[in-house]
């Protein structure tokens, strides 16, 4: 009996913690059992619902895993702030621990705790319950703490602050409006982040970073998206079942029935709004580089998957079509808060981006991707351009007599004179397994000359002989010159010229030529988006005269 009764204690003891303390698996599921959205933090109040592309996001901050950095990009509306406040209260309440919230002024601190911070903790009590009296304005100013619970506090910090990043360990930190950042003294504002979560390593601790997408060339969270596992949100047709992710180059402004809508790219019919909730709710998330979930998970979602409470398609419509009358506000504005799709390059007007007869060719027989599908034999070659903040390679396998698949095109984000940038291209050579590399060396020439060199014997141990590349705007043999990789050991890499409009001129013919699979056809994905091939036909060589004498120039389209 005695042995029953203390039973009987330790069941009483075990369910009044679980009733205090209750244990949720995700900040989804604590959000839908706690939080409620009050009206002075929303226009539409009530019990929160999570949008089903917000899941998994969402859920992926819970985890404990090895990944560390998560990559909302996304436009405005879509869900994020919500969807932050459930990643902390998730924390404080199962998991609790230090936290870092960086906005991009200082002088916004106040702000944020008002409008963000203080509603979310005072309409969900379950939270309020757990988290101290909150700083003074004064002092959150001095110290930037901003909330204290029991197990850690929350500070804010801006993105100008030397002393961001080095105050406590944190096991979440936020940087949140990202690209709207200034750039830090100290270094990249990701890798300083996640240097707060070593104290967290393996424990769950993860960098969330957050923002609409801005101008390619500075944009913080477009580069942390490019070196993410880059997933997109694929929906099904109503019509035909087939999946696919609701790009903008599928949207029509308006169809027969003067309404807007998208067309399936397999079945080719109109999907009207009416069927969204449907799509939305049977979609799910593809990771376009699965190898990639293991250290850094990026999400991407915009205005066409979010309630018409929101933002409806034809407003959608109307914003693009101001973008597309080349007002430069309305593009500016439609770029950032509605798409958030073309975070690639800079901003296209639709008026723009229709595709000559050589384009179409090419779009229109484009196949399945080509991963896992198929394994050409023969030889695997890279090409890279250096640009001022990244370097990008195309990876090319070649099969019987010239046959190509253009395998993937990488982009590794960073300037060329960092160290970090050549080796993760290294690295991508190596993975890659490719025996022959150019790499365009015309823009800042010694840095890539020396990288190269630095770089060179390993790759040749390899197997892999690298060509720092020189173009020249001339007409005769592609290589006038030798084209020998070079000895690193008797002194720096030797650039290789190459007559650029001799190549053109044989891509040009082939790709209109050879048109079956065979012999030199050459094969693209679906991967290959619109702008890419916009960007593939975009220069052209032609014959002037200059002092009675032919010379070939360069025609640049404007793509």
């Not at 009483?12 to 679980?18: E, H, N, P, T």
């Not at 903008?248 to 080719?268: G, I, L, Q, V």
């Not at 958030?340 to 595709?355: C, N």
């Not at 490719?434 to 800042?444: G, L």
Request: with cysteine.
């Amino acid at each position: 009996m005695r042995g029953m009764r203390s039973l009987e204690h330790l069941t009483r003891v075990w369910q009044d913690a679980v009733n205090e303390h209750r244990v949720y698996a995700s900040p989804v599921s604590w959000a839908r059992a706690n939080r409620v959205i009050g009206p002075d933090e929303s226009p539409f109040p009530g019990q929160y619902e999570c949008e089903p592309y917000l899941v998994e996001p969402q859920e992926s901050a819970a985890y404990i895993e090895p990944c560390e950095v998560l990559v909302w990009l996304a436009g405005s509306q879509c869900g994020k702030t919500n969807s932050l406040q459930n990643v902390f209260g998730y924390m404080v309440t199962q998991n609790p621990g230090p936290a870092l919230w960086v906005i991009p002024n200082e002088k916004d601190i106040d702000a944020t705790r008002i409008n963000k911070i203080e509603p979310f903790v005072a309409n969900t009590p379950a939270l309020a319950a757990r988290v101290g009296k909150q700083e003074s304005s004064r002092k959150a100013r001095d110290n930037a703490v901003v909330l204290s619970y029991a197990g850690g506090v929350l500070r804010l910090g801006g993105s100008r602050g030397r002393a961001t990043y080095r105050q406590d360990s944190a096991a979440l930190v936020f940087l949140d409006d990202a690209d709207a950042f200034s750039r830090h003294p100290e270094g990249n504002h990701v890798e300083l982040a996640k240097s707060r979560l070593r104290a967290y390593r393996g424990r769950g601790g993860k960098v969330v970073v957050v923002s609409k997408p801005t101008l390619s060339t500075t944009s913080i969270t477009l580069a942390a998206y490019k070196a993410s596992s880059q997933a997109v949100y694929e929906v099904p047709c109503p019509h035909c079942g087939a999946f696919f992710v609701l790009w903008r180059d599928y949207f029509r402004f308006e169809d027969e029935k003067r309404r807007p809508c998208f067309e399936c790219p397999h079945c080719s019919r109109a999907i009207y709004e009416e069927a969204k909730p449907e799509m939305v709710r049977n979609g799910y998330w593809k990771h376009r580089h699965p190898e990639r979930e293991w250290t850094s998970k990026g999400y991407h979602f915009w205005a066409a998957y979010t309630p018409r409470r929101y933002r409806r398609w034809d407003d959608m419509a109307a914003a693009l079509r101001k973008a597309n009358a080349h007002q430069a506000e309305g593009a500016q504005e439609t770029k950032q808060t509605v798409l958030g799709e073309d975070w690639a390059i800079a901003w296209v007007p639709e008026s723009e981006t229709r595709l000559d007869d050589n384009e179409k060719r090419i779009y229109y027989r484009r196949e399945q991707p080509f991963r896992g599908r198929i394994a050409p034999t023969g030889a695997t070659v890279a090409a890279t351009d250096v640009q001022h903040d990244h370097i990008e390679t195309a990876i090319w396998k070649f099969g019987y007599k010239l046959e190509g698949w253009l395998w993937d095109v990488i982009v590794t984000p960073g300037a060329p004179e960092l160290e970090s940038t050549w080796q993760r291209w290294r690295e991508i050579l190596h993975e890659e397994q490719v025996q022959s590399a150019c790499v365009d060396c015309k823009y800042k020439m010694d840095t890539v000359l020396d990288a190269i060199t630095e770089h060179m014997p390993a790759l040749l141990n390899a197997g892999c002989a690298v060509y720092a590349t020189v173009g020249i705007e001339t007409v005769g043999p592609l290589w006038p010159g030798a084209i020998d990789p070079g000895n690193p050991k008797h002194g720096r890499v030797s650039p290789v010229s190459i007559r650029v409009n001799t190549g053109k001129e044989w891509l040009y013919g082939v790709l209109a030529i050879v048109v079956t699979p065979g012999p030199g056809f050459l094969h693209f994905d679906t991967n290959v988006t619109r702008r890419l091939l916009k960007q593939l036909f975009s220069e052209r060589p032609l014959t002037s005269l200059a002092a009675g004498s032919p010379r070939v120039v360069e025609d640049r389209k404007r793509i």
